[in-house]
């Protein structure tokens, strides 16, 4: 039986390839800039804006954007600081956002229904989900892409950047809040506990074989898309957690990949 039969694969599948498109397109900036687990950081803001909106009635996944949101700017403007003054402030945020959301789950009574934010629940996307997937994943690609130039430069010295006349914090901001938004909605994917894996690990896999930053651009979106939707695929036949699949399948290619630069430096060594 083909699982393009059911209206609710047809719309899994669509939200996987646009968050596997989207996750490595901001996700690329963050590995440049050794900022891999701001997305778990902003995860766990990002959850509870979902047990918020559980207590508000709201959209799950507007209000947790709204929660991602201001999270990320206050990361990034902490950050600023200095590591040994905003770490701390840091684990305030991060540990408060995953304890606040338990919290707001229980009083709400939604435990069950967080536990589809948490680890995914792809094959519940709605149509109006879809659209808000979509939409997100279209500004992410638009603004990375006509901003790609300056946003490479803070990635690859602020410091130059910033000599250079380039609005360094406001680039900053920018890749925070592009974090945030895909986060938010990539938590129907994935699961906010599992969403940091797919903004880095298609990015640190192409990495070592790639020799270009456009080229790791190119290939770590290809690879993005390609997990998301084989991993679906894979989960739908296999009776499998859909997030879980998709994440193990990145870290399998991730080794892969690793594996095999790792032979190649040696090969050339001797």
Known sequence: MSLLEYDFMRRALLAALLVGVAAPSVGVFLVQR??????????HVAFAGVAAAFV?????????LAFTVIGAVSIELLRERGRTASDIALAVIFY?????GALLTYRAGAANNALSYLFGSVLTVTDADLGIV??????????TFALRKELFAICLDEDVARVSGLPVR?????????????????????????????LVLPVAA???????????????ICLGAVLSVGGLIFAFYGNLAPGATIVLAAIAVFVLTSGLAHSRLVGRST
């Open 34 to 43: 050794r900022l891999a687990l701001l997305g778990d950081g902003i995860g």
């Open 56 to 64: 508000l009635g709201t959209s799950p996944v507007l209000t947790a």
């Open 96 to 100: 408060g956002g995953i304890a606040g």
């Open 134 to 143: 979509a939409t997100v994943t279209v500004g992410v690609i638009v603004l």
């Open 170 to 198: 406001g680039l900053n901001l920018m890749i925070a809040l592009l974090t945030a938004v895909t986060i938010a909605v990539a938590m129907r994917v994935v699961g906010l506990l599992l969403v940091s894996a797919m």
């Open 206 to 220: 192409v990495q070592p074989l790639t020799r270009s930053f456009a080229s790791t651009v190119v290939a770590s």
